[in-house]
């Protein structure tokens, strides 16, 4: 049911957003004319079975790598909205740094996906593998991980064909997305990957 209705959210401030080449919002009216009720059918059945599918892949895992991973997944999402695409706005508004604004929704070519949607979904990915690495990995601090993971893997993505507003030269993506790193790395931490998960699993029974 939550997989459905955000995936109808999702569509929604889409279509809202699609106006100028997904740079301008549209009236709601406007935007949500043309959406057949199959449509939005599709869109929640897409929605329920991508949260059933993640559901059912991490609950064979151990309660470490399980929370670890689900708590990643969220985060770099989150992540990619409040340290990437805010930076870029910033950098492209106030000094002109970067030729894109950020909080792109102009559609992927080939696809129906908004830009913005696809970073998220990257960000997502990347917040798992990230969460993984923090949890076995301990010679560098967890922030200093997050952003060479940014400004290396991030970056690399922004290199393929099609990805628009990254047209700026790769070192200043590399600092936007090791910012990206380091800001997922930061959020990461109340779920204590560290050191505090097996406290974390003694007290959450007695929570309830």
């Known amino acids: 049911m939550k997989g459905a209705v955000l995936a109808l959210a999702f569509l929604v401030v889409a279509r809202v957003m699609a106006g100028n080449g997904g740079t301008t919002p549209l009236p709601l009216g406007p935007a949500l004319e043309g959406i057949s009720l199959a449509r939005l059918g599709e869109v929640a059945l897409l929605g329920a079975g991508t949260a059933l599918a993640l559901l059912l892949l991490r609950w064979p895992l151990p309660f470490g790598p399980r929370r670890a991973l689900g708590g990643g ?37 080939g ?27 301990h010679a560098l601090p967890d922030l200093l ?9 991030l970056t690399l993505f922004g290199r393929l064909p ?11 993506w590399a600092v936007v997305n090791g910012g990206w790193g380091w800001g997922t790395a930061f ?15 003694r007290e959450a029974p007695a929570a309830h």
């Open 73 to 109: 997944l969220v985060v770099g999402a989150i992540a990619i909205v409040v340290f990437h695409q805010a930076s870029l706005f910033v950098l492209h508004q106030a000094f002109r740094l970067v030729p894109e604004r950020g909080f792109l929704f102009a559609p992927l070519p």
């Open 145 to 153: 991980c997050g952003a060479l993971l940014g400004a290396f893997g």
């Open 111 to 137: 696809t129906e996906i908004p830009a913005l949607y696809a970073l998220m979904l990257v960000g997502a990915l990347g917040g798992a593998f990230l969460s993984l690495i923090l949890r076995w990995v």
């Open 162 to 172: 099609g990805v628009p507003g990254f047209e700026a030269p790769w070192w200043q």
């Open 187 to 201: 959020l990461l931490r109340p779920l204590a990957l560290r050191g505090g998960e097996e406290r974390y699993q």
